[in-house]
Each structure stands twice: as structure tokens, then as C-alpha cells.
């Protein structure tokens, strides 16, 4: 009898998620979620074959105003125009990211959640099928906070430490997204050398916040997110969910190497020595200041997005001035 793929065997003990906005590698590889970011959205929106949704689009927003307000109306359209296109293809939810701009203003990550929502609910899409992207500052949890009173779910994205996802425990956020090979690209660039999976700071620090969440019975998910390698994968599995990038889920789907589960749930009581931990605002600022790799990761990291979401309004302005 042949030997299962990487991919079906990692199916069986964790929900593998599609890291892309590339609609023919979902179906080739059938996640149940998918997620996207600024910057996978601008890498599809240069391919043709995508288009057509920029298209649509700018048409359906030719009553929101003129310049950066007609910008800005036309991003939300084609960032839910994707996951409309996603929804067909993927039977769970897509996560659809919040301006990264606005991560450090509560207020107006709400309004653009809010808004994300409403057009989701334009199309017929109940809010159990959208997570919306949050970036993991103080402010973007205390909008994920608000969000999930009101039944709109949050999947908190860049997040590098503990004190990040015991704040995002406190709201009661839906979903958290740790970056494993941000992690890792951090240390190896801080320390030289090379690490194996087992020893990967990034498969570290989500076995952490996985046992911790599960010895305190905490519902938010832990989302392993950002690898570099499919050893970061394989060292993960059992984890909740797990996003995947196109040219990894290729690779776990071609190899028939054995996959023990490593993250089980009935071993995380004595697997972390931790206490509940609930910080406010002092101390989640403390111990994110005390944490250099995360303080410089979640920085970089809003810059990054903020930057490709740059790019695609000029994508966008480009494609007004010829409509």
C-alpha cells in the first residue's frame, strides 16, 4: 500500500491553511482556510489572469468619491472580491487583512473591520466564513477585543511572543498567527549560525504558546504561520492550523517521509510550567520592549505590509486614470 504524503498525514491531525492569493493552488491542494495578506494581494494583482477583479473592483466603486477616498474604496472591493473568489474554492474561511497603517489606532481598525464585514454580508458571506487580520499591537488587540463582542472574528496576525498571545487570549481573539520563519531569520542573522528544526527558535516559541494555551484551556487557535522550511512544518504538526506557502505545500505533498504528530494537547500540562498570565497595557508594553526580537519583527513586519499596500494603491491609481 503506498505511503501517504507529508500533506495527507499532516492533514489528519492539523487544518492545513493556503498562504496565498493564488486561486489554482488552492484547488490543486485543498486547504480549508486560506489567508492573505497586502502583500500576497499585490503579487496576484500583477499576474493577468487576476485582472478582472481590480477591474470589477474599480467599476463597483465609481460612486465613492475621487482620489485617495476612491483609492481606498476600491482596495476593500478587491480585497473582498479575493476572498469572495477564495470562499468558492476553500470550504472554511479566508482572513482578510485590516491597513496595516492602522495598527496603532483602535478606533479606525475597527471602522475598516467593520466595513470588511459589511461587504462580506453585501455578498451573502456570514461572519463565520471571514477572520479579519489584525496586526498584534496593543491597539489592534483591544480592536480584536470589541470585534469579537460583536460576533465579527479576529485572527491576529505578526505575533513573535508570549505576551502578545496571552493579550490576544484576554480578547478572546478567534485566531492567532505566530511567524515562525521571521523568528528564525531574526536569530540567525543575530547569532550567525544555522539551526535545525527541532531547535528553531520560531518552532520553539509556537510549541510554547500552543502547550500554554492548552494547559489553561484558552479556545483562541494557534495558527503557525511564515516558514522558511518544511522541517519548521513537520516539527509543528498537531498544531491547530498550519498556513502554508504554494512551493511548501508542494513539497509536503511530494514527499511520503513518516510525520509524527508533535503537538498534542494532552501533554501540554506538563509541558509548560507557565501561569495564567494577564497583562495590561504597561505590562504587555513592557514585555514586548523587553523582548528585542519580537519589539523589532512586529515593526518591521507593519512597515513591510504597509509598504505593499503602497504599492498596490498605485496599482490602483493607475488603473483609474486609464478607466
Same mark, same amino acid.
Given at each position: 500500500?503506498?505511503?501517504?504524503?507529508?500533506?495527507?498525514?499532516?492533514?489528519?491531525?492539523?487544518?492545513?491553511?493556503?498562504?496565498?492569493?493564488?486561486?489554482?493552488?488552492?484547488?490543486?491542494?485543498?486547504?480549508?482556510?486560506?489567508?492573505?495578506?497586502?502583500?500576497?494581494?499585490?503579487?496576484?494583482?500583477?499576474?493577468?489572469?487576476?485582472?478582472?477583479?481590480?477591474?470589477?473592483?474599480?467599476?463597483?466603486?465609481?460612486?465613492?468619491?475621487?482620489?485617495?477616498?476612491?483609492?481606498? !474604496?476600491?482596495?476593500?472591493?478587491?480585497? #473582498?472580491?479575493?476572498? *469572495?473568489?477564495?470562499? %468558492?474554492?476553500?470550504? &472554511? /474561511?479566508?482572513? @482578510?487583512?485590516?491597513?496595516?497603517?492602522?495598527?496603532?489606532?483602535?478606533?479606525?481598525?475597527?471602522?475598516?473591520?467593520?466595513?470588511?464585514?459589511?461587504?462580506?454580508?453585501?455578498?451573502?458571506?456570514?461572519?463565520?466564513?471571514?477572520?479579519?487580520?489584525?496586526?498584534?499591537?496593543?491597539?489592534?488587540?483591544?480592536?480584536?477585543?470589541?470585534?469579537?463582542?460583536?460576533?465579527?472574528?479576529?485572527?491576529?496576525?505578526?505575533?513573535?511572543?508570549?505576551?502578545?498571545?496571552?493579550?490576544?487570549?484576554?480578547?478572546? !481573539?478567534?485566531?492567532?498567527?505566530?511567524? #515562525?520563519?521571521?523568528? *528564525?531569520?531574526?536569530? %540567525?542573522?543575530?547569532? &550567525? /549560525?544555522?539551526? @535545525?528544526?527541532?531547535?528553531?527558535?520560531?518552532?520553539?516559541?509556537?510549541?510554547?504558546?500552543?502547550?500554554?494555551?492548552?494547559?489553561?484551556?484558552?479556545?483562541?487557535?494557534?495558527?503557525?504561520?511564515?516558514?522558511?522550511?518544511?522541517?519548521?512544518?513537520?516539527?509543528?504538526?498537531?498544531?491547530?492550523?498550519?498556513?502554508?506557502?504554494?512551493?511548501?505545500?508542494?513539497?509536503?505533498?511530494?514527499?511520503?517521509?513518516?510525520?509524527?504528530?508533535?503537538?498534542?494537547?494532552?501533554?501540554?500540562?506538563?509541558?509548560?510550567?507557565?501561569?495564567?498570565?494577564?497583562?495590561?497595557?504597561?505590562?504587555?508594553?513592557?514585555?514586548?520592549?523587553?523582548?528585542?526580537?519580537?519589539?523589532?519583527?512586529?515593526?518591521?513586519?507593519?512597515?513591510?505590509?504597509?509598504?505593499?499596500?503602497?504599492?498596490?494603491?498605485?496599482?490602483?491609481?493607475?488603473?483609474?486614470?486609464?478607466?
Amino acid at each position: 500500500m503506498p505511503t501517504a504524503s507529508l500533506l495527507h498525514q499532516l492533514k489528519s491531525m492539523t487544518v492545513v491553511v493556503a498562504d496565498t492569493g493564488d486561486f489554482s493552488t488552492m484547488r490543486q491542494y485543498g486547504p480549508r482556510d486560506a489567508t492573505t495578506n497586502p502583500s500576497l494581494i499585490y503579487r496576484a494583482v500583477l499576474k493577468p489572469e487576476y485582472m478582472p477583479l481590480l477591474e470589477d473592483a474599480v467599476a463597483s466603486t465609481e460612486k465613492a468619491g475621487t482620489g485617495d477616498v476612491r483609492i481606498d !474604496a476600491v482596495i476593500d472591493h478587491l480585497l #473582498v472580491l479575493f476572498g *469572495l473568489e477564495i470562499l %468558492k474554492i476553500v470550504p &472554511g /474561511r479566508v482572513s @482578510t487583512e485590516v491597513d496595516a497603517r492602522l495598527s496603532f489606532d483602535t478606533e479606525a481598525t475597527l471602522a475598516k473591520a467593520r466595513h470588511l464585514v459589511h461587504l462580506y454580508e453585501m455578498h451573502g458571506i456570514t461572519r463565520d466564513r471571514i477572520l479579519i487580520k489584525i496586526a498584534s499591537t496593543w491597539e489592534g488587540i483591544q480592536a480584536a477585543r470589541v470585534l469579537e463582542k460583536e460576533g465579527i472574528h479576529v485572527n491576529l496576525t505578526l505575533l513573535f511572543s508570549l505576551a502578545q498571545a496571552a493579550a490576544a487570549a484576554d480578547a478572546r !481573539a478567534t485566531l492567532i498567527s505566530p511567524f #515562525v520563519g521571521r523568528i *528564525l531569520d531574526y536569530y %540567525k542573522k543575530d547569532t &550567525g /549560525r544555522d539551526y @535545525t528544526p527541532a531547535e528553531d527558535p520560531g518552532v520553539l516559541s509556537v510549541t510554547q504558546i500552543y502547550h500554554y494555551y492548552k494547559k489553561h484551556g484558552i479556545k483562541t487557535e494557534v495558527m503557525g504561520a511564515s516558514f522558511r522550511n518544511i522541517g519548521e512544518i513537520t516539527e509543528l504538526a498537531g498544531c491547530d492550523l498550519l498556513t502554508i506557502s504554494p512551493n511548501l505545500l508542494e513539497e509536503l505533498a511530494k514527499s511520503t517521509a513518516p510525520l509524527p504528530r508533535k503537538l498534542d494537547p494532552t501533554r501540554s500540562g506538563e509541558a509548560s510550567s507557565l501561569g495564567l498570565l494577564h497583562l495590561d497595557e504597561k505590562a504587555f508594553r513592557w514585555q514586548l520592549n523587553d523582548d528585542p526580537m519580537a519589539t523589532s519583527k512586529l515593526a518591521e513586519g507593519i512597515r513591510l505590509f504597509a509598504a505593499d499596500t503602497e504599492k498596490l494603491e498605485a496599482i490602483v491609481e493607475q488603473e483609474l486614470v486609464g478607466a
